[in-house]
C-alpha cells in the first residue's frame, strides 16, 4: 500500500516543482523591455541588419551591450562580447566570357564567376573530375586552369556545394593552377536558380590568398564539356571587385551550479542578420525588417541570457547569435569550424531561426524526434499551455537551411525551435523576406509566450541529468559518437 502513496508525492513534488520553474521565469520576466528590444531590432532604424551593410554595427554593439548588462561573459578567446570573422564581398565583373570546347559562355547567362580577381588569356585546361585530393595528385596544374564536376558524389546540395568549391580551389592554388571552373551538371537544382541568385554581390568567408584565385561555374547540364573539347580556353574577365568586411557573432556565457556539469554547456542560438534593404513593395516599402526572421529568436536567446545569468542552471550555458545567416549560415559555419568553447563540451544546441507563424497554439521544433531531449522540450511548452509539433513542411529542407545543422554535422545535437505554422502557406509568404515582416502585424501575446517556452525547455535541458544524444539510426549518431568518444 506505501508504494502507490510513495509514487502519487514523488508525482506531486515533481508536478510541484515544474510549476515553481514556470512561475520563476514569469516572475523574472520583463515582458515590457522584451517587446521594446523585438520592436528595435526590427525597426526602419537598422535598415534590415545586413551584415554586408555598415550599419549592422548598430545591431550588434546593442546585442552585446544586452549580454554585458544581463551579467553573462565575454568568452575566454573573444573580443570581448565579440567573434570577429574575416568576410570577403566579391562583386560579379563587368563583362565575362570564356570560349571553350566550340562553345561561347557568358556571364549571367551560362557562367558566373564566384570569387577571385579579373583574368584573360589563353590557357590550357586539365580536367581533374570531382576535384577531391586524390584527383589533384600527379597533375601538372601550373599555369593551367583545373576544370571539376560541381560538389562531390552524394554531396550535391547548395551549401555542400560551395564548401566543396572552398576546398577545391585551395586546392588548384596550392597546385599552382591560374583558375578553377567547376561544370555545373546538378539536375536538382535549376541553373536558372542559382544564376539569378548568385549573379550579385555574394558574402564569403575570406580564404586569404586562395580568395583571389578566379571561381567559375559554367552551365553543362548536359557534360559535354570532357574529352578532347577540354584542351583550352579563351578567357576574358574584366572589373571583377572585391572587398573585405569585418564581421561579427555576439557571444557570451554563464557558468553553470554543478560541479560536474557546468564542464558541458547548452548553446542557445539565433541569427539577428536579415536581408537589409530591397525593392520597395506596394506602398513603397524598401526595408526588409525581419521581425519574424529573425528578431523575435535574437530576443529570445537575448531573455534566456538574462534569466540564466540570474538563475543558472547546472550545465554551463553559451550564449550565441549568429551573424551572416542570411548569406550562407556563414556567422555559425566559423564558429563550428572555429570554436572557442571545444564542441565536445556543447552538448546540445537550442538553435532559433523563422519564417513565420499560422497557428499559436504551437511551437514548431525543426528536427522534433531526432534527440532524446524532445520529452523536455514537449513539457516546457505544454507547461505554458502550447503544444510541440515538428516540422510539417520536410520538403523545404528547413533543418539544413538553418544555423543547427553547422553543429549537427559536428554531431552536436540541434534541433531550431520555431514560431507555430502548420505548413509553408499565403501567411507565411505574406512576411518571409517581405518589407511587411514587422513587429506591428507581430501577436506579442504570443511572442511572450514563445520566448518564455524557450526558457523553460532550455532550463529542462540544461538541468536534466543525462546527456542528449541523437535518437538511434540518426544520421548524425555516428559522427556524434566520435565527437564525444561514446559508444551509446
Known amino acids: 500500500m506505501n508504494k502507490p502513496t510513495l509514487s502519487l508525492g514523488l508525482l506531486l513534488i515533481a508536478g510541484s516543482f515544474a510549476n515553481a520553474q514556470k512561475q520563476d521565469i514569469e516572475k523574472n520576466f520583463n515582458s515590457k523591455e522584451a517587446i521594446s528590444n523585438f520592436t528595435y531590432l526590427a525597426s526602419d532604424e537598422l535598415k534590415g541588419r545586413d551584415p554586408a551593410r555598415p550599419d549592422v554595427k548598430l545591431t550588434y554593439t546593442f546585442l552585446a551591450d544586452q549580454l ?5 561573459k565575454p568568452i575566454p578567446g573573444a573580443d570581448g ?7 570577403r564581398l566579391s562583386a560579379p565583373p563587368k563583362s ?3 570560349k571553350m570546347g566550340g562553345m561561347e559562355f557568358k556571364q549571367g547567362q551560362n557562367m558566373l564567376v564566384l570569387d577571385g580577381k579579373s583574368f584573360s588569356g589563353t590557357y590550357e585546361l586539365v580536367d581533374v573530375g570531382f576535384g577531391m585530393a586524390a584527383d589533384f595528385a600527379g597533375k601538372d596544374l601550373k599555369g593551367k586552369i583545373a576544370v571539376t564536376n560541381a560538389g562531390a558524389p552524394n554531396k550535391l546540395s547548395p551549401n555542400q556545394l560551395f564548401s566543396e568549391g572552398r576546398e577545391k580551389t585551395a586546392r588548384a592554388k596550392e597546385a599552382s593552377a591560374v583558375a578553377l571552373i567547376e561544370r555545373f551538371n546538378v539536375p536538382s537544382v535549376p541553373w536558372q536558380l542559382v544564376s539569378g541568385f548568385l549573379n550579385r554581390t555574394q558574402m564569403s568567408v575570406s580564404q586569404g590568398a586562395t580568395s583571389d584565385l578566379p571561381y567559375v561555374w559554367i552551365e553543362d547540364l548536359k557534360n559535354q564539356m570532357t574529352g578532347d573539347k577540354l584542351k583550352s580556353a579563351e578567357v576574358s574577365v574584366e572589373g571583377k571587385v572585391n572587398s573585405t568586411v569585418e564581421g561579427k557573432n555576439v557571444l557570451a556565457w554563464i557558468e553553470g551550479t554543478d560541479p560536474v556539469l557546468k564542464n558541458e554547456y547548452i548553446m542557445l542560438s539565433a541569427h539577428y542578420d536579415h536581408v537589409g534593404v530591397g525593392t520597395p513593395d506596394a506602398e513603397g516599402d524598401s526595408i526588409y525588417n525581419g521581425a519574424r526572421d529573425n528578431a523575435v529568436g535574437a530576443v529570445a536567446v537575448i531573455n534566456a541570457a538574462k534569466y540564466f545569468a540570474k538563475n543558472p542552471p547546472k550545465r554551463s550555458v553559451l550564449i550565441a547569435l549568429w551573424t551572416a545567416e542570411e548569406k550562407g549560415l556563414l556567422g555559425s ?7 572557442l568553447v571545444p564542441l565536445n563540451q556543447i552538448v546540445y544546441n537550442l538553435n532559433i531561426d523563422n ?3 499560422n497557428d499559436t497554439s504551437i511551437i514548431t521544433v525543426i528536427g522534433l524526434g531526432r534527440t532524446s531531449a524532445d520529452f523536455l522540450i514537449n513539457e516546457a511548452v505544454a507547461e505554458f499551455g502550447l503544444t510541440a509539433k515538428s516540422d510539417p513542411s520536410p520538403e523545404q529542407g528547413l533543418y539544413d537551411r538553418s544555423d543547427n545543422v ?4 559536428k554531431g552536436i545535437p540541434a534541433p531550431s525551435f520555431t514560431l507555430g505554422f502548420t505548413a509553408f502557406d499565403d501567411k507565411i509568404n505574406q512576411y518571409y523576406h517581405k518589407a511587411a515582416d514587422e513587429v506591428e502585424s507581430f501577436d506579442l501575446d504570443y511572442a511572450q509566450v514563445y520566448w518564455k517556452s524557450y526558457i523553460l525547455s532550455a532550463q529542462k535541458i540544461a538541468n536534466w541529468s543525462q546527456r542528449p544524444t541523437w535518437a538511434a539510426g540518426d544520421k548524425y549518431e555516428e559522427v ?3 565527437l564525444y568518444g561514446t559508444k551509446e
Do not use: H, L, M, V
Open 406 to 409: 553547422n553543429f549537427a554535422r
Open 333 to 339: 559555419g566559423y564558429f563550428a569550424n572555429n570554436p
Open 96 to 98: 565575362g566570357t570564356i
Open 480 to 482: 556524434s559518437k566520435g
Open 355 to 357: 519564417a513565420g507563424y
Open 81 to 87: 562580447f565579440y567573434q570577429n570573422i574575416p568576410f
Open 68 to 72: 554585458q548588462k544581463s551579467g553573462a
